[in-house]
Protein backbone atom coordinates (compact mmCIF):
# COMPACT_ATOMS: atom_id res chain seq x y z
CA UNK A 1 0.00 0.00 0.00
CA UNK A 2 1.26 3.59 -0.24
CA UNK A 3 0.98 5.90 1.50
CA UNK A 4 -2.38 8.14 3.25
CA UNK A 5 -4.20 10.22 0.68
CA UNK A 6 -4.13 13.57 1.17
CA UNK A 7 -7.37 15.55 2.72
CA UNK A 8 -9.32 16.76 -0.02
CA UNK A 9 -9.47 16.13 -3.72
CA UNK A 10 -5.71 13.72 -4.46
CA UNK A 11 -3.84 15.92 -7.31
CA UNK A 12 -2.26 13.62 -9.91
CA UNK A 13 -0.11 14.72 -12.49
CA UNK A 14 -0.16 12.26 -15.53
CA UNK A 15 3.69 11.21 -16.78
CA UNK A 16 2.52 10.89 -20.23
CA UNK A 17 5.58 9.51 -21.57
CA UNK A 18 7.05 9.59 -24.66
CA UNK A 19 5.55 6.53 -26.53
CA UNK A 20 1.96 7.70 -25.41
CA UNK A 21 2.89 11.07 -26.64
CA UNK A 22 4.42 10.74 -30.36
CA UNK A 23 2.43 7.25 -31.00
CA UNK A 24 -0.94 6.48 -28.85
CA UNK A 25 -2.61 9.52 -27.54
CA UNK A 26 -5.29 7.39 -26.82
CA UNK A 27 -3.67 6.01 -23.73
CA UNK A 28 -3.13 9.38 -22.32
CA UNK A 29 -6.56 9.81 -22.62
CA UNK A 30 -7.80 6.80 -21.26
CA UNK A 31 -5.58 7.26 -17.87
CA UNK A 32 -6.75 10.65 -17.33
CA UNK A 33 -10.53 9.06 -17.51
CA UNK A 34 -9.56 6.57 -15.33
CA UNK A 35 -7.92 8.83 -12.61
CA UNK A 36 -11.15 11.37 -12.97
CA UNK A 37 -13.03 8.39 -12.17
CA UNK A 38 -11.64 7.74 -9.39
CA UNK A 39 -12.20 10.38 -7.94
CA UNK A 40 -8.98 12.84 -8.21
CA UNK A 41 -7.72 16.19 -9.61
CA UNK A 42 -5.54 15.02 -12.84
CA UNK A 43 -2.65 17.79 -14.43
CA UNK A 44 -0.65 17.24 -17.11
CA UNK A 45 2.09 19.58 -16.60
CA UNK A 46 3.39 20.66 -19.96
CA UNK A 47 7.05 21.20 -19.13
CA UNK A 48 7.65 17.47 -19.15
CA UNK A 49 9.73 15.44 -21.28
CA UNK A 50 11.40 11.84 -21.31
CA UNK A 51 12.22 10.20 -18.03
CA UNK A 52 15.68 10.12 -19.19
CA UNK A 53 15.41 6.43 -19.32
CA UNK A 54 16.83 6.49 -22.98
CA UNK A 55 19.94 8.29 -21.62
CA UNK A 56 20.29 5.86 -18.64
CA UNK A 57 20.18 2.65 -20.10
CA UNK A 58 22.90 3.74 -22.64
CA UNK A 59 25.51 5.08 -19.64
CA UNK A 60 24.78 8.30 -20.66
CA UNK A 61 24.82 9.48 -16.52
CA UNK A 62 24.93 13.37 -16.97
CA UNK A 63 22.16 13.85 -19.77
CA UNK A 64 20.13 11.30 -17.54
CA UNK A 65 20.75 13.38 -14.88
CA UNK A 66 19.40 16.54 -16.73
CA UNK A 67 16.42 15.41 -17.33
CA UNK A 68 15.72 13.41 -14.13
CA UNK A 69 15.94 17.46 -12.49
CA UNK A 70 13.86 18.48 -15.27
CA UNK A 71 11.02 16.12 -14.21
CA UNK A 72 11.37 16.36 -10.66
CA UNK A 73 11.20 20.20 -11.24
CA UNK A 74 8.47 19.84 -13.08
CA UNK A 75 6.16 17.10 -10.91
CA UNK A 76 7.31 17.77 -7.35
CA UNK A 77 4.57 20.02 -6.54
CA UNK A 78 2.05 17.19 -7.35
CA UNK A 79 0.30 14.80 -4.51
CA UNK A 80 1.18 11.62 -6.92
CA UNK A 81 2.85 11.41 -10.18
CA UNK A 82 1.43 8.63 -12.04
CA UNK A 83 2.44 7.17 -15.29
CA UNK A 84 0.40 4.68 -17.44
CA UNK A 85 4.00 2.81 -18.06
CA UNK A 86 5.86 0.72 -15.55
CA UNK A 87 8.98 1.52 -17.26
CA UNK A 88 9.00 5.08 -16.97
CA UNK A 89 7.43 5.13 -13.39
CA UNK A 90 10.05 2.40 -12.60
CA UNK A 91 12.81 5.07 -13.88
CA UNK A 92 11.37 7.38 -11.49
CA UNK A 93 10.53 5.73 -8.32
CA UNK A 94 13.81 3.03 -8.67
CA UNK A 95 16.77 4.80 -10.33
CA UNK A 96 16.17 8.81 -10.06
CA UNK A 97 17.68 8.44 -6.29
CA UNK A 98 20.39 7.09 -7.39
CA UNK A 99 21.75 9.68 -10.25
CA UNK A 100 21.55 12.45 -7.13
CA UNK A 101 23.50 10.32 -4.90
CA UNK A 102 26.64 12.02 -4.48
CA UNK A 103 24.10 15.94 -4.63
CA UNK A 104 22.36 15.76 -0.84
CA UNK A 105 19.74 18.46 -2.01
CA UNK A 106 18.53 17.11 -5.03
CA UNK A 107 18.69 13.76 -3.99
CA UNK A 108 16.31 14.57 -0.85
CA UNK A 109 14.05 16.22 -3.67
CA UNK A 110 14.65 13.01 -6.06
CA UNK A 111 13.31 10.20 -2.92
CA UNK A 112 10.21 12.88 -2.27
CA UNK A 113 9.44 12.34 -5.92
CA UNK A 114 10.14 8.63 -6.10
CA UNK A 115 8.09 7.69 -3.38
CA UNK A 116 5.17 9.54 -4.72
CA UNK A 117 5.26 7.85 -8.17
CA UNK A 118 3.40 4.90 -9.20
CA UNK A 119 2.55 2.93 -12.15
CA UNK A 120 -1.49 3.73 -13.47
CA UNK A 121 -3.03 0.10 -12.72
CA UNK A 122 -1.17 0.01 -9.28
CA UNK A 123 -2.42 3.41 -8.15
CA UNK A 124 -5.55 2.82 -8.93
CA UNK A 125 -5.77 -0.69 -6.80
CA UNK A 126 -2.82 -0.21 -4.31
CA UNK A 127 -3.86 3.74 -3.47
CA UNK A 128 -7.33 4.26 -4.62
CA UNK A 129 -8.93 0.80 -4.04
CA UNK A 130 -10.42 1.64 -7.61
CA UNK A 131 -12.39 -0.52 -10.26
CA UNK A 132 -14.21 0.21 -12.84
CA UNK A 133 -18.20 0.02 -13.51
CA UNK A 134 -20.10 0.01 -15.89
CA UNK A 135 -17.48 -1.10 -18.23
CA UNK A 136 -17.97 -4.03 -20.85
CA UNK A 137 -15.39 -5.88 -23.18
CA UNK A 138 -16.72 -9.03 -24.59
CA UNK A 139 -13.91 -11.28 -25.59
CA UNK A 140 -11.50 -13.49 -24.60
CA UNK A 141 -7.56 -11.07 -23.92
CA UNK A 142 -4.38 -12.47 -22.74
CA UNK A 143 -1.97 -10.41 -20.25
CA UNK A 144 1.54 -9.57 -20.64
CA UNK A 145 3.69 -8.43 -17.85
CA UNK A 146 6.27 -6.17 -18.61
CA UNK A 147 9.49 -6.40 -16.90
CA UNK A 148 10.01 -2.96 -15.77
CA UNK A 149 6.70 -3.30 -14.00
CA UNK A 150 6.52 -6.60 -12.84
CA UNK A 151 10.14 -7.05 -11.55
CA UNK A 152 10.70 -3.16 -10.26
CA UNK A 153 7.33 -2.53 -8.90
CA UNK A 154 5.66 -5.23 -8.10
CA UNK A 155 2.83 -4.82 -11.00
CA UNK A 156 0.99 -8.32 -11.29
CA UNK A 157 -2.41 -8.61 -9.53
CA UNK A 158 -3.33 -4.97 -10.31
CA UNK A 159 -4.18 -4.93 -13.80
CA UNK A 160 -5.60 -8.13 -13.39
CA UNK A 161 -7.89 -7.11 -10.05
CA UNK A 162 -8.89 -4.39 -12.27
CA UNK A 163 -9.95 -6.12 -15.37
CA UNK A 164 -11.80 -8.88 -13.18
CA UNK A 165 -14.15 -5.75 -13.30
CA UNK A 166 -15.05 -5.50 -16.39
CA UNK A 167 -18.14 -7.18 -17.84
CA UNK A 168 -17.80 -10.07 -20.01
CA UNK A 169 -14.36 -10.03 -20.43
CA UNK A 170 -12.42 -13.51 -19.91
CA UNK A 171 -8.16 -13.56 -19.00
CA UNK A 172 -6.88 -15.92 -20.13
CA UNK A 173 -3.35 -16.38 -19.06
CA UNK A 174 -0.25 -17.69 -20.94
CA UNK A 175 2.29 -19.79 -19.73
CA UNK A 176 4.85 -17.20 -19.98
CA UNK A 177 3.02 -14.10 -19.30
CA UNK A 178 5.65 -12.80 -17.52
CA UNK A 179 8.78 -13.35 -19.91
CA UNK A 180 10.80 -10.37 -21.55
CA UNK A 181 8.70 -9.57 -25.29
CA UNK A 182 12.27 -9.07 -26.30
CA UNK A 183 11.86 -5.01 -26.46
CA UNK A 184 13.41 -3.77 -23.70
CA UNK A 185 13.90 0.20 -25.27
CA UNK A 186 17.90 0.02 -26.93
CA UNK A 187 18.02 -3.51 -26.31
CA UNK A 188 16.18 -4.04 -29.17
CA UNK A 189 18.16 -1.69 -32.01
CA UNK A 190 21.27 -3.04 -29.92
CA UNK A 191 20.67 -6.85 -30.68
CA UNK A 192 17.80 -6.88 -33.33
CA UNK A 193 18.18 -11.16 -33.68
CA UNK A 194 17.78 -11.80 -30.48
CA UNK A 195 14.97 -9.27 -29.78
CA UNK A 196 12.98 -11.20 -32.72
CA UNK A 197 14.23 -14.59 -31.23
CA UNK A 198 12.62 -13.71 -28.20
CA UNK A 199 9.64 -11.49 -29.41
CA UNK A 200 8.57 -14.82 -31.33
CA UNK A 201 8.55 -16.80 -28.43
CA UNK A 202 6.49 -14.32 -26.17
CA UNK A 203 4.23 -14.45 -29.93
CA UNK A 204 3.60 -18.12 -29.90
CA UNK A 205 2.68 -18.03 -25.86
CA UNK A 206 -0.11 -15.54 -26.39
CA UNK A 207 -1.28 -16.92 -29.60
CA UNK A 208 -1.17 -20.12 -27.84
CA UNK A 209 -4.10 -18.88 -25.17
CA UNK A 210 -6.02 -18.59 -27.64
CA UNK A 211 -7.37 -14.74 -27.13
CA UNK A 212 -8.12 -12.67 -29.80
CA UNK A 213 -6.54 -9.69 -27.72
CA UNK A 214 -3.56 -9.29 -25.51
CA UNK A 215 -3.31 -6.24 -22.94
CA UNK A 216 -0.58 -4.74 -20.64
CA UNK A 217 0.83 -1.85 -19.42
CA UNK A 218 3.46 -0.39 -21.34
CA UNK A 219 2.87 0.53 -25.13
CA UNK A 220 6.72 -0.74 -26.32
CA UNK A 221 5.62 -4.14 -25.76
CA UNK A 222 2.57 -3.88 -26.99
CA UNK A 223 3.76 -2.31 -30.03
CA UNK A 224 6.35 -4.43 -30.34
CA UNK A 225 4.43 -7.35 -30.11
CA UNK A 226 1.80 -6.39 -32.83
CA UNK A 227 4.42 -5.28 -34.92
CA UNK A 228 5.99 -8.51 -35.58
CA UNK A 229 2.59 -10.19 -35.31
CA UNK A 230 1.37 -8.64 -37.94
CA UNK A 231 5.00 -9.33 -40.04
CA UNK A 232 4.29 -12.61 -39.37
CA UNK A 233 0.87 -12.72 -40.41
CA UNK A 234 -0.53 -13.36 -37.38
CA UNK A 235 -3.89 -12.03 -36.25
CA UNK A 236 -4.14 -10.39 -32.30
CA UNK A 237 -4.96 -7.23 -31.38
CA UNK A 238 -3.35 -5.16 -28.71
CA UNK A 239 -4.54 -2.21 -26.55
CA UNK A 240 -3.08 -0.72 -23.15
CA UNK A 241 -4.62 -2.14 -20.33
CA UNK A 242 -6.08 1.35 -19.80
CA UNK A 243 -7.93 1.94 -22.83
CA UNK A 244 -10.53 -1.39 -22.20
CA UNK A 245 -10.41 -0.30 -18.53
CA UNK A 246 -11.99 2.87 -19.16
CA UNK A 247 -14.16 1.37 -21.95
CA UNK A 248 -12.42 3.41 -24.89
CA UNK A 249 -11.65 0.47 -27.44
CA UNK A 250 -13.88 2.45 -29.71
CA UNK A 251 -11.86 5.68 -29.50
CA UNK A 252 -9.00 4.00 -31.66
CA UNK A 253 -7.98 1.06 -33.39
CA UNK A 254 -5.85 -1.63 -32.11
CA UNK A 255 -1.97 -1.19 -31.54
CA UNK A 256 -0.33 -1.47 -34.44
CA UNK A 257 -3.06 -1.64 -36.90
CA UNK A 258 -1.50 0.21 -39.26
CA UNK A 259 2.33 0.11 -40.31
CA UNK A 260 2.74 3.84 -38.75
CA UNK A 261 1.69 2.59 -35.76
CA UNK A 262 4.27 -0.10 -35.19
CA UNK A 263 7.45 -0.20 -33.95
CA UNK A 264 10.27 -2.59 -32.56
CA UNK A 265 12.09 -5.18 -33.95
CA UNK A 266 8.78 -6.89 -35.08
CA UNK A 267 8.71 -3.49 -37.47
CA UNK A 268 11.59 -5.28 -39.27
CA UNK A 269 10.98 -7.59 -42.35
CA UNK A 270 11.99 -11.32 -42.18
Not at 163 to 178: H, I, K, P, Q, Y
Request: proline share 5%; charged share 20%; with cysteine.
Amino acid sequence: MGRPLPAGVPHVALFVTCLVDLMRPATGFAAVRLLEDAGCRVSVPQSQTCCGQPAYNAGDRKDARDIARLTIEAFEEYDYIVAPSGSCAAMIRVHYPGLFSDDAAMLERANAVAAKTWELTAFLVDVLDYRPSGVTFAQTVTYHDSCSGLRELGVKQQPRALLDAVGGLSLAEGDNAETCCGFGGLFCVKYPDISVAMTDKKLDDILSTGAATVLGGDLGCLMNVAGRARRRGKHINAWHVAEVLAGMTDQAGPIAGDAEDAGGPGNEPD
